[in-house]
C-alpha cells in the first residue's frame, strides 16, 4: 500500500472512532426523563425545504408542550432525522429512532415513498407512525400503528372529480407523472371519476425527470376533452402546460397540491390562466405564522407544516390520555383522541385507517401569474 | 455506535458488489455497466419471494444468485460478440430497460411504489433485526465473497480469464474457447452480486428502482478502479473508501442541500485527477 | 392531423439530436472516445445563456454568442489540460471515459451550486415562444428555427468537412492520426479546433433545451445517453450516421408515447442501440 493510501485509510479509521466514542457517551443517562418522540422528513435533497420547514413546526409544537407542563409530568424531547424523502433512507432512519434512540412515536415523513418504506419497521416494532405530509391512498392500508393527519390523495381526487363533473366537464384526459405520487392519484381520480358519472378519455404517464410532454398532448388533443387532469411537480408543469398552449388546447387544466408554488405561475404569466388545483386547506393562525418567521428568519410556510406542529400535539395529548408513553397504548388513544383547535384543521379525529375522518379542499386558480382562491 | 454499523454494513454491501464485478471488469476485463441491474435483479429476487411468498431470506440467498446467473447467462451469451467499448454500451442499454420493466410492470415488482416490508433474515428462532446482528451476516457473506473472488483469481479459471484479458487472440490461436470463459466469469459475477442485492434489500426492508440506476453502477466502476482495478484487495478498499469518506464530509458542517452537491463534486474532480495521476488506482498493480 | 403533428415534433427532435451527435461524433472519431464531458459543455452554454439574457438582460446575439464561446471555451480547455495529458500518454478510452465522466459530474454539481436543482428556463417570458400554424400543425418559435436553421449548419459542416484544409486536417486524424502527423498535419492544433466546435455545438444544444424545457444540473448525463445512442445506430464512422440516427431515435420516441404510453420511452434508445448492435454493430452508415 502507498503512503497516500494509508493516510486515507487511517484518517477514516480516525474519523469513524472519534465518532464511534462521541456517540456512545452521548447515550448515558437521560434515559426515563424525557418522553422522545422521533422525526422524519427530508433535511437534504431538493425537496429539503418541506422538511426543515416541517422541523420548525415541530419544535414550536415541542416547546410549547414543554412550556405548559410536558406530558405526564416529563418534558417531551424530539430526535430529527434525515428522510432524503425516499423509502430506503427513510427505513433506515426509522430503525435508528427505534432501536437505538427508544422512541414511543414517529412523526413523518413527508414524501409518500419514505412513508410507504419505513412503516413496516414502525408497524413491527409497535411504534406509532403519523405522517403529516404523505397523501398517497396507499398509506390508509399500511398498518395499525399508522397515521397521517392530512387527507389522502382520495380526497383531493375526489374533490377534483367531482368539482369538474359538476361543472359539465365530464370528459377528462388524464396526466400523470410515473411515481408513487402521480400512480397514486391517478387511480385515485379514474375512481372518482366513474362514480362521478365522468370518463376518462385517455390516460397516460412521464417518467419523472421527462419534460418533453408534446406527444402526450398531441394524443390527449386529439380527443378534445373537456378537461385534462395533469399531475406533476414544477418543473414538468412548467414544460407541460407551456406546450399544451403551443398545441391550443382550450380544455381546463386542472392539477394537484404541487402546484401550489409559485415559480410555476410567475414563469406561465398569462399561458396559465384559468388553470385550476386542489390543495388542502389550512386553519393556519397569525400567531403561528408569526412564530415560524421567528424561527426560520423569513416569511415561509409550507402547507405540511400547520400538520407537522398540530401532528406533534396530537400525539401528546394521546400519550395523556392513554397515561403510558408505550406504542400500543398510545395507538389506542389516537384512535379516541378529539383534538381541536390546530393550526391544520378545526378538529382532527382519526378514522379505523388512521386517515383523518374530515378534509378541507380549496380551490386555487391561476391569473396572469397570481394564485386566487375559488369562492366556492 | 449503530451509525458504525450501518456504515460497516453498507461498506460490506458494496465490498460484496465491487469484489463480484471486479471479477469481471478485472478478471476478464469486460467493460460492464450492467452491475447495478444485477444488484437490482438479486434485491428485486429477495423482496418478492419475500413478501409474496413468505421465503426466508436465507433461501432467498440461494435462488436469487441462480437467478441473476440465469439472466447473465442469457444476456451475456446475446452480447458475447460485443467487445469493449461495445460491450458497455449493450450492458448500458440491458440496464436501462431493467430500470423501465421494473417501474412499469406494478403488479410483480410494484412498480413505482416499490416493495416494502421485505423480512429480516431468521434462523432457528433468531432473527437479524439489530444493527450489530446484520453486521456480522453481512461480514460473513462479505468473507464468503471474498474466499470464492481469491480462490477463482488463484485458479487456473482465473488465469485463463487474466490472459483473456491481456489478449483474447492469442488465447483463442491456442483453441481456447474465449467467448466460454467470459459467459462464466460474468454469470459468476453476476450471482455473486445478487447476493449484495439481497442483503441490501434486507436490511433496508424497502426497495424501489431508483436504489438501480446508471450511477449506481458507475459507483461500483469508481470503487473498483480506485482501489486498483483486478486487485480484490483493491475492490475492497475502493468500496470502504467511496462509502466512508463522504459520510465523514457530511459532518464537516456545510448547509444540507449544499453537502449533497459538494460531495458529488469532490467525487467527480475525484476520478479525473485519479485518471490523470494514478489510473492504475491505490493498490493497482495492472495498468488499465 | 396527428400524424402531421408528430411528424413535425419528431422532426424538431431529430434536428435537436442531430446538432448534439454531431459535435459528440467529432471527438469520437478523432479522439476515438466516448466523451461524456460533453454533457458539461451543453449545461455551460445553456447555464450561461439565461446568466446573459434572463439575468443580466444582455441582447439576444451577443448572449448566444458569449455562450457559444463559453462552452466551447470549455471543451477547449477540457482538451488542453485533461484528454491531451492522456491522449499523448496513449492511454485506453476507458480512462478518458472515467475522467470525462468525472468531469461531467463535477460541472453538474457546481452548476447546481450556482443555480439550484429546479429547472432553469432561458425565456424571459414564455410568452415571448409564440406559435406559428404549419398547414394545421403548430410549432413554436424554438422548433422553427430548429427546422429551418440546423440542415443549413449541418450542410456548412459537410462543405467544411470535404473542402477545407481544417476539414481535411480533420478526416487526415479520423484516419490515423499517426500518419498523419507525418505527413505535416498539426495534430494538437486540429484536435483544439475540433474540441472547441464540439463544444460550441453542444452549447447550441444546451441553449436550446433551456428555452424549450428548462435546464436541471442533471440534464447533461440525461441527453449525453440517447446522444451516444443516436451515434452509434447511425453509424460511429460516419459524419451523416449520427444524424440519421438522431431521427431514428426521434421517430421511435415518438411512436412508443402513442402506442406504449409515456412511461416506457426512457427504454426506447436502449432497445434499438441493442437491436442494432446485434444485427449490424458498425451502424446503419458505414465510413
Given at each position: 500500500m502507498t503512503t497516500t493510501g494509508k493516510v486515507i485509510v487511517w484518517g477514516v479509521v480516525a474519523v469513524l472512532v472519534i465518532w464511534g466514542i462521541v456517540s456512545m457517551s452521548k447515550k448515558d443517562g437521560t434515559e426515563s426523563e424525557t418522553i422522545k418522540i422521533g422525526f422524519i422528513g427530508p433535511l437534504t435533497g431538493d425537496t429539503a425545504n418541506i422538511g426543515q420547514n416541517a422541523q420548525a413546526a415541530v419544535a414550536i409544537a415541542v416547546e410549547e408542550v414543554n412550556n405548559s407542563g410536558g406530558v405526564l409530568g416529563k418534558k417531551v424531547e424530539v430526535v430529527y432525522e434525515d428522510d432524503g424523502c425516499n423509502g430506503a433512507t427513510a427505513a433506515n432512519a426509522v430503525s435508528k429512532l427505534i432501536n437505538t434512540d427508544k422512541v414511543v412515536a414517529i412523526l413523518g415523513g413527508a414524501c409518500s415513498g419514505a412513508t410507504l418504506g419505513s412503516a413496516p419497521i414502525a408497524e413491527a416494532a409497535k411504534v406509532v407512525q403519523l405522517s403529516y405530509c404523505s397523501t398517497n391512498p396507499t398509506i390508509s392500508s399500511a398498518g395499525d400503528y399508522i397515521f397521517r393527519d392530512v387527507p389522502s390523495d382520495l380526497f383531493q381526487a375526489n374533490y377534483a372529480a367531482e368539482y369538474l363533473v359538476r361543472n359539465g366537464k365530464t370528459k377528462v384526459a388524464l396526466l400523470t407523472v410515473k411515481n408513487d405520487w402521480g400512480d397514486g392519484l391517478n387511480k385515485a381520480f379514474t375512481d372518482a371519476l366513474a362514480k362521478a358519472g365522468g370518463t376518462i378519455v385517455i390516460a397516460d404517464s412521464f417518467d419523472p425527470d421527462v419534460k418533453n410532454l408534446k406527444a402526450q398532448f398531441t394524443n390527449?388533443?386529439?380527443?378534445?376533452?373537456?378537461?385534462?387532469?395533469?399531475?406533476?411537480?414544477?418543473?414538468?408543469?412548467?414544460?407541460?402546460?407551456?406546450?399544451?398552449?403551443?398545441?391550443?388546447?382550450?380544455?381546463?387544466?386542472?392539477?394537484?397540491?404541487?402546484?401550489?408554488?409559485?415559480?410555476?405561475?410567475?414563469?406561465?404569466?398569462?399561458?396559465?390562466?384559468?388553470?385550476?388545483?386542489?390543495?388542502?386547506?389550512?386553519?393556519?393562525?397569525?400567531?403561528?405564522?408569526?412564530?415560524?418567521?421567528?424561527?426560520?428568519?423569513?416569511?415561509?410556510?409550507?402547507?405540511?407544516?400547520?400538520?407537522?406542529?398540530?401532528?406533534?400535539?396530537?400525539?401528546?395529548?394521546?400519550?395523556?390520555?392513554?397515561?403510558?408513553?408505550?406504542?400500543?397504548?398510545?395507538?389506542?388513544?389516537?384512535?379516541?383522541?378529539?383534538?381541536?383547535?390546530?393550526?391544520?384543521?378545526?378538529?382532527?379525529?382519526?378514522?379505523?385507517?388512521?386517515?383523518?375522518?374530515?378534509?378541507?379542499?380549496?380551490?386555487?386558480?391561476?391569473?396572469?401569474?397570481?394564485?386566487?382562491?375559488?369562492?366556492? | 455506535m449503530e451509525y458504525i454499523f450501518h456504515i460497516l454494513i453498507l461498506v460490506s454491501i458494496y465490498g460484496i458488489l465491487a469484489l463480484a464485478q471486479n471479477l469481471v471488469m478485472g478478471g476478464a476485463g469486460l467493460l460492464t455497466i450492467a452491475g447495478a441491474a444485477f444488484y437490482g435483479i438479486g434485491a428485486y429476487a429477495a423482496a418478492i419471494l419475500a413478501t409474496k411468498f413468505g421465503f426466508n431470506i436465507f433461501t432467498t440467498l440461494i435462488i436469487a444468485p441462480l437467478v441473476a446467473g440465469l439472466i447473465a447467462l442469457m444476456v451475456g451469451s446475446t452480447f458475447a460478440r460485443f467487445r469493449d467499448d461495445y460491450f458497455m454500451l449493450a450492458t448500458l442499454g440491458f440496464l436501462m430497460i431493467f430500470n423501465t420493466v421494473v417501474r412499469n410492470w406494478e403488479s410483480f415488482t410494484g412498480g413505482s411504489y416499490g416493495i416494502a416490508g421485505i423480512p429480516k433474515p431468521h434462523v432457528f428462532g433468531f432473527v437479524f433485526d439489530t444493527p450489530l446482528s446484520f453486521v456480522f451476516l453481512a461480514v460473513v457473506v462479505l468473507l464468503i465473497v471474498t474466499a470464492i473472488t481469491y480462490f477463482i483469481s488463484r485458479s487456473s479459471f482465473g488465469r485463463v480469464l487474466n490472459a483473456i484479458r491481456e489478449d483474447e487472440d492469442a488465447l483463442a490461436i491456442f483453441g481456447y474457447k474465449t467467448s466460454t470463459y467470459k459467459l462464466m466469469a460474468f454469470s459468476i459475477g453476476a450471482a455473486l452480486t445478487a447476493w449484495g442485492g439481497v442483503l441490501f434489500a434486507s436490511y433496508l426492508t424497502f426497495i424501489d428502482s431508483r436504489l438501480f440506476t446508471v450511477n449506481e453502477s458507475i459507483l461500483l466502476w469508481a470503487m473498483i478502479i480506485l482501489g486498483g482495478i483486478a486487485r480484490n484487495r483493491g475492490a475492497l478498499l475502493g468500496a470502504f473508501l467511496l462509502i466512508t469518506v463522504p459520510e465523514a464530509l457530511r459532518f464537516i458542517g456545510f448547509p444540507v442541500d449544499f453537502a449533497a452537491l459538494l460531495r458529488q463534486c469532490i467525487y467527480g474532480l475525484l476520478l479525473v485527477f485519479l485518471m490523470l495521476y494514478r489510473p492504475k488506482g491505490i493498490l493497482g498493480k495492472y495498468k488499465l | 392531423m396527428i400524424f402531421w403533428q408528430l411528424t413535425l415534433y419528431a422532426i424538431s427532435v431529430g434536428m435537436f439530436f442531430s446538432v448534439l451527435a454531431m459535435g459528440w461524433g467529432l471527438i469520437l472519431r478523432s479522439a476515438k472516445f466516448f466523451n461524456l464531458a460533453y454533457g458539461g459543455a451543453f449545461l455551460v452554454g445553456g447555464y450561461m445563456m439565461f446568466l446573459f439574457y434572463r439575468m443580466w438582460n444582455v441582447h439576444f446575439v451577443f448572449s448566444i454568442l458569449l455562450s457559444l464561446f463559453g462552452s466551447g471555451l470549455y471543451m477547449l480547455l477540457s482538451y488542453k489540460f485533461i484528454f491531451s495529458v492522456l491522449l499523448r500518454r496513449k492511454a485506453k478510452s476507458l480512462i478518458l471515459l472515467i475522467a470525462s465522466f468525472g468531469l461531467l459530474t463535477a460541472t453538474s454539481a457546481i452548476l447546481g451550486m450556482i443555480f439550484g436543482n429546479q429547472s432553469t428556463l432561458i425565456a424571459r417570458h414564455l410568452s415571448d415562444i409564440y406559435t406559428v400554424n404549419v398547414f394545421g400543425a403548430v410549432l413554436n418559435l424554438a422548433q422553427v428555427v430548429a427546422i429551418v436553421f440546423v440542415p443549413v449548419l449541418i450542410f456548412v459542416f459537410a462543405y467544411i468537412r470535404s473542402s477545407t484544409r481544417f476539414g481535411r486536417a480533420m478526416r487526415a486524424i479520423e484516419d490515423d492520426s499517426e500518419v498523419a502527423e507525418l505527413v505535416g498535419i498539426p495534430k494538437d492544433k486540429t484536435l483544439l479546433q475540433i474540441f472547441f466546435i464540439s463544444g460550441t455545438l453542444a452549447g447550441l444544444g444546451g441553449i436550446a433545451e433551456g428555452f424549450d424545457l428548462g435546464l436541471i444540473p442533471t440534464s447533461g448525463l440525461i441527453i449525453i445517453l440517447p446522444t451516444i445512442v443516436a451515434t452509434v445506430v447511425g453509424g460511429m464512422q460516419s459524419f451523416w450516421g449520427g444524424i440519421l440516427g438522431a431521427f431514428i431515435l426521434a421517430i421511435a420516441q415518438q411512436l412508443t408515447i402513442v402506442f406504449f404510453g409515456g412511461s416506457w420511452v426512457q427504454a426506447v434508445p436502449f432497445v434499438i442501440l441493442i437491436i442494432m448492435l446485434l444485427l449490424r454493430p458498425q451502424g446503419i452508415l458505414k465510413r
Open positions: 390527449i388533443k386529439a380527443k378534445n376533452p373537456d378537461a385534462v387532469y395533469f399531475v406533476a411537480y414544477t418543473d414538468a408543469s412548467i414544460a407541460g402546460l407551456k406546450q399544451a398552449s403551443d398545441l391550443g388546447i382550450k380544455a381546463q387544466f386542472f392539477g394537484a397540491d404541487a402546484w401550489d408554488d409559485t415559480k410555476i405561475w410567475s414563469e406561465l404569466g398569462s399561458l396559465g390562466n384559468g388553470a385550476m388545483f386542489t390543495v388542502v386547506g389550512t386553519n393556519s393562525t397569525d400567531a403561528f405564522k408569526a412564530k415560524m418567521k421567528v424561527k426560520l428568519g423569513k416569511d415561509d410556510l409550507i402547507y405540511c407544516s400547520n400538520y407537522a406542529y398540530d401532528g406533534l400535539k396530537v400525539i401528546a395529548e394521546a400519550i395523556k390520555l392513554a397515561r403510558r408513553a408505550t406504542g400500543p397504548a398510545i395507538k389506542d388513544a389516537l384512535y379516541k383522541v378529539k383534538y381541536t383547535g390546530g393550526v391544520s384543521a378545526k378538529e382532527l379525529m382519526f378514522d379505523k385507517n388512521g386517515d383523518p375522518t374530515s378534509a378541507a379542499y380549496v380551490i386555487k386558480v391561476a391569473k396572469d401569474g397570481k394564485l386566487s382562491e375559488l369562492a366556492q | - | -
